[in-house]
T-cell receptor
Framework: AQSVTQLGSHVSVSEGALVLLRCNYS??????LFWYVQYPNQGLQLLLK??????LVKGINGFEAEFKKSETSFHLTKPSAHMSDAAEYFC???????????FGAGTRLFVKA | GAGVSQSPSNKVTEKGKDVELRCDPI?????LYWYRQSLGQGLEFLIY????????KSGLPSDRFSAERTGGSVSTLTIQRTQQEDSAVYLC???????????????FGPGTRLTVT
């Protein structure tokens, strides 16, 4: 069975600082991996996804994530945080055989001025 | 174009009553998903439909929950004999099949906030 663990339900960074949101997954088959973001009072939207190929994936708004099979990780990073990045971020996994998608519990990012 | 829509946006019901939640996916999307979002617990997978295949119901928490998708488009999630622990935001998403197979990007609706009193 697939599972996703997001380390840290809340992360706080200063504006301009590095953003690092951690995600570890468990999957018995090669996974598809996703990061979704939920801005306040808005619906979820896709930030980026890994399916096959290059393990470093670039997404919208300057975010990127690296698939590390040996560490079963898919951490999300952004070099310099903006106030507008304050939101809840969800890591998700699905297997290459189907559509069922398992989401992590989410990490709420706070950005301090 | 139109996104995923859900109705009602809010529903307050008494314990023991049945409720129906509706989802209109993006036209042409073959996959439709239902999730439950409870405070502090992320998104819980409930069920998905993909084309004409049998739905994956493995996430439904009890037999009080059921869902159908008519004509490959609109879906209804039904909760019978609601309980207070059913209170949550119910999210619907749809996706087209990615070219490489498997799930494409999921487009989420605004959700239905269900409160069981």
């Amino acid at each position: 069975a697939q599972s996703v663990t997001q380390l840290g339900s809340h992360v706080s960074v200063s504006e301009g600082a590095l953003v690092l949101l951690r995600c570890n997954y468990s999957s018995s088959v090669p996974p598809y991996l996703f990061w979704y973001v939920q801005y306040p009072n808005q619906g979820l939207q896709l930030l980026l996804k890994y399916t096959t190929g290059a393990t470093l994936v670039k997404g919208i708004n300057g975010f990127e994530a690296e698939f590390k099979k040996s560490e079963t990780s898919f951490h999300l990073t952004k070099p310099s945080a903006h106030m507008s990045d304050a939101a809840e971020y969800f890591c998700a996994v699905s297997d290459t055989g189907g559509f069922k998608t398992i989401f992590g519990a989410g990490t709420r990012l706070f950005v301090k001025a | 174009g139109a996104g995923v829509s859900q109705s009602p946006s809010n529903k307050v019901t008494e314990k023991g009553k049945d409720v129906e939640l509706r989802c209109d996916p993006i036209s042409g999307h073959t996959a439709l998903y239902w999730y439950r979002q409870s405070l502090g617990q992320g998104l819980e997978f409930l069920i998905y439909f993909q084309g004409n295949s049998a739905p994956d119901k493995s996430g439904l928490p009890s037999d009080r929950f059921s869902a159908e998708r008519t004509g490959g488009s609109v879906s209804t999630l039904t909760i019978q004999r609601t309980q207070q622990e059913d209170s949550a935001v119910y999210l619907c998403a749809s996706s087209a099949q990615a070219l490489a197979g498997g799930p494409g990007e999921q487009y989420f609706g605004p959700g239905t906030r269900l409160t069981v009193t």
